[in-house]
């Protein structure tokens, strides 16, 4: 079975300082990657994912990440934070293959705190 | 238009009791999937429907939690004999198709069994 490690349990940061999240999962074959974001008191929502193709990709908000297979890395980045960013961030696999390898699997998740 | 809609949003139940949770997924999505959070945790998975049958039902953690999808659309999670250790929030996904596709979330139910 994958499993998905979020090396940052809680970041605080200035705005407008660069943000970095780690994530790297456990899977010897194909994956989809996707990091969601869960602003305080709102549902799970989709920053962006990969599913092939070019391994940078661009969400929304400015958030960009980078799947690196050769460390099985999936890294978020901003260059810019806003205070508006402050939320729970979950990084999240699924893997082609049959059975339990098929579910989305999270990550613990990082809190991120933005300082005005 | 309509996202994932969870019912009830909070649940109060006392220890023993039985207790179902109500999902209400996209429009034409096929795929339903429900997780549990805990705090400080991210969501772990309980069960995944394609159409009415539960075509991974790995992650329920013992035979007191069934689920069902009869008409492959609207879903219940049922717990029986709650213990203190269910309470979490109960998250909904759905997507269009599963694998490959993007799973929508729901507000979720939150559990508190005391």
């Known amino acids: 079975a994958q499993s998905v490690s979020q090396h940052n349990h809680h970041v605080i940061l200035s705005e407008a300082a660069s943000l970095e999240l780690g994530c790297n999962y456990s899977y010897g074959g194909t994956v989809n990657l996707f990091w969601y974001v869960q602003y305080p008191g709102q549902h799970l929502q989709l920053l962006l994912k990969y599913f092939s193709g070019d391994p940078l990709v661009k969400g929304i908000k400015g958030f960009e990440a980078e799947f690196i297979k050769s460390k099985f890395s999936f890294n978020l980045r901003k260059p810019s934070v806003q205070w508006s960013d402050t939320a729970e961030y979950f990084c999240a696999v699924n893997a082609q293959g049959s059975g339990s390898a098929r579910q989305l699997t999270f990550g613990s998740g990082t809190q991120l705190t933005v300082l005005p | 238009g309509a996202g994932v809609s969870q019912t009830p949003s909070n649940k109060v139940t006392e220890k023993g009791k039985y207790v179902e949770l109500r999902c209400d997924p996209i429009s034409g999505h096929t795929a339903l999937y429900w997780y549990r959070q805990s705090l400080g945790q991210g969501p772990e998975f309980l069960i995944y429907f394609q159409g009415t049958g539960a075509a991974d039902d790995s992650g329920l953690p013992n035979d007191r939690f069934f689920a069902v999808r009869p008409e492959g659309s609207v879903s219940t999670l049922k717990i029986q004999r709650t213990e203190r250790g269910d309470s979490a929030v109960y998250l909904c996904?759905?997507?269009?198709?599963?694998?490959?596709?993007?799973?929508?979330f729901g507000q979720g139910t939150r559990l508190t069994v005391v």
């Open positions: 996904a759905s997507s269009l198709q599963g694998f490959g596709t993007e799973a929508f």
